[in-house]
């Protein structure tokens, strides 16, 4: 595994209002469409960095977020994560696979490896969505995070905070992975993106006038939807 990426699913009726707050709150532009209905598209950082952050209109269901694992051989990967418990799911020239827990990811060959800065902002803040964080009821917590620890080859570390752990990033990686344990004892796997923000107040006013909501607010962190309704974090730490 050598990049690993994150791409926002959104089905159609919102995509647009997606792509257009997403673009707003990372200053990144989206790209020209591609696929056969022009349903993915990138959010493209500047400075010639590598993207970890695109986007995906689909047919329906709530919008979530999946991984794209970034490898030299997809199938061979593939058979490696069917063999850490993984399910394949389809191959339209990428491994579509799905981990123990339920989440959805890929396996696919595009290169990158230049991480992208920061966006700096009019008030001099700076913020990036630099982590996914995996959300995973305690019935399948071990096996699931265990599986990606694995498949990754990432160390495992703890946290301040009890529920949580994480894998620590190797240099020149763009995104973080956190493994959250939920209270729920059953369910799916899934996933949230988390912003990494110098200041997270001026950043819940900006994310606010682009039309996020705020859902809770943390100690460390606070917990907005978007203007589909996907939730997502303005964390306290520091970006990059």
């Keep these: 595994m050598f990049w690993l990426s994150a791409f926002i699913d959104v089905p159609g009726d919102a995509f647009e209002e997606s792509v257009a707050f997403w673009s ?64 394949e ?10 981990s123990p827990g339920g989440l959805t990811f890929c396996l696919v060959t595009h290169p990158a490896s230049r991480p992208a800065p920061p966006s700096r902002w009019a008030d001099l803040s700076t913020s990036l969505v630099d982590q996914v964080c995996l959300d995973v009821p305690r019935a399948t917590y071990d096996l699931e995070t265990g599986f990606w620890q694995q498949l990754l080859g990432w160390d495992r570390t703890g946290s301040s905070f009890a529920e949580f752990e994480r894998l620590v990033r190797p240099e020149g990686q763009a995104l973080r992975l956190l493994l959250q344990r939920l ?25 606010a006038s682009l039309g996020a909501r705020v859902v809770d607010e943390r100690d460390a962190w606070t917990v907005l939807a978007d203007p589909a309704g996907m939730r997502y974090c303005l964390t306290d730490r520091a970006p990059g």
């Design 24 to 87: 707003a709150v990372t200053g990144w532009p989206p790209s020209d469409r591609r696929g056969v209905d022009g349903e993915f598209l990138t959010l493209v950082p500047p400075d010639d960095a590598d993207d970890h952050l695109r986007m995906q209109r689909i047919g329906d269901g709530e919008p979530r977020v999946h991984l794209d694992v970034h490898v030299p051989d997809p199938r061979a990967a593939a058979a490696r994560a069917s063999a850490l418990g993984a399910t």
């Design 183 to 207: 209270d729920d004892e059953d369910g799916p796997a899934r996933a949230h993106l988390d912003v990494a923000c110098s200041s997270r107040d001026r950043e819940v006013v900006r994310h």
């Design 89 to 98: 799911v389809a191959d339209p020239g990428h491994v579509v696979m799905r």
